[in-house]
């Protein structure tokens, strides 16, 4: 049993399921859970889990282009968690992100359990289904960053500091990294800009990794894919200290979960498509008439983070 076949079984019922949201109308809604000791754990402060459960759900909007406007969240709290500073960091997560919490649900647990509902609106829903053989295949940003913070805690680093003999540049690198895990930013309003931009066919967050994503948008499309290694953006300094400190690149950037960039299509040249969307986005690759998904001329497997089999870098 795995994610994909779940998934699938449920849509040969209900065939709205595939996207990063559902679609009504002009609605978008989507739901994401995060659970204590499987996307977190509490040495982890209560305000960035608090930011990280609706940033999940944000992406998932951005992923569809639609504005964020309400958000529904159920919790099961621990008597070890402080309830009212769990809700605290939730009120100030939601003005950060302009977003207005609307209800929800309330109950004991034995480990944290934060379930959000989160609700958009767009006039023209990007999906996965809409790639085209000869569009570009792009990423918001440079990736790999989550799964090696990841990693880095994994392995003794804190928040704010690692072993003492690491030098100051490599240092800066591992704390940035972390801080990409433990805090990601939703893609937001490039998700907005690319709904009103015709020529972007189809459009998924890198929640699984890159490269169960890709997978996803090109089953969706019923078409393929080859990317090219060498054009794929990596976050900053990840071959340098990265591999320094233990970090594979290629697994990280490859299958590394929990990215929050966005992984989209469109016929548009890169320089056209960063000058319309006011910001740079990165081509790698193009759509396929076939369905292999390729990496330099081989085939790409689907490594990323599966919740029923764990594997890839996601937690």
Same mark, same amino acid.
């Given at each position: ?71 529904? *969240? ?5 008597? +070890?968690? %402080?309830?009212?500073? $769990?809700? @605290? !960091?939730?009120?100030?997560? =939601? ?108 459009? *998924? ?5 890159? +490269?169960? %994503?890709?997978?996803? $948008?090109? @089953? !969706?499309?019923?078409?393929? =894919? ?90």
């Amino acid at each position: 049993m795995n994610e994909s076949d779940i998934i699938a079984r449920l849509r040969a019922h209900f065939p709205r399921i595939g996207d990063d949201a559902a679609v009504i109308g002009r609605q978008v809604i989507t739901n994401d859970m995060l659970i204590e000791d499987v996307d977190f754990t509490l040495s982890i402060p209560l305000e960035l889990i608090a930011r990280k459960a609706l940033a999940v759900n944000l992406s998932d909007l951005a992923a569809m282009g639609a504005k964020p406007q309400y958000v529904l *969240i159920a919790t099961g709290i621990p008597a +070890s968690v %402080d309830a009212m500073q $769990l809700t @605290e !960091a939730f009120i100030k997560a =939601a003005n950060e992100y302009d977003i207005e919490i609307i209800g929800g649900d309330l109950s004991g647990a034995e480990k944290l359990t934060i379930s959000i509902t989160a609700i958009g609106e767009s006039d023209r829903p990007l999906l996965r289904s809409g790639a085209k053989p000869g569009d570009r295949i792009y990423v918001s940003r440079p990736i790999g960053a989550s799964a090696a913070g990841l990693y880095l805690l994994q392995h003794g680093w804190t928040l704010t500091d690692g072993p003492p003999t690491v030098g100051y540049a490599t240092k800066e690198f591992a704390l940035s990294a972390i801080r990409r895990h433990v805090d990601p930013e939703p893609e937001v309003a490039l998700g907005m800009k690319l709904s009103a931009i015709a020529e972007v066919t189809a459009c *998924i967050d890198i929640s699984d990794g890159l +490269s169960t %994503d890709l997978h996803h $948008l090109c @089953e !969706a499309s019923q078409c393929g =894919a080859e990317i090219e290694r060498e054009r794929i953006p990596t976050f900053p300094d990840l071959l340098g200290s990265g591999n320094a400190l233990g970090i594979r690149p290629q697994d990280v950037v490859l299958h590394g979960g929990e990215e929050l960039a966005l992984l989209f299509t469109s016929s548009l040249r890169e320089s056209e498509l960063s000058a319309r969307a006011g910001r740079p986005v990165y081509a790698i690759g193009r759509v396929t008439k076939g369905r292999d998904v390729l990496l330099n001329g081989e085939k790409l497997e689907a490594r990323g983070f599966d919740h029923f089999r764990g594997g890839g870098a996601a937690p």
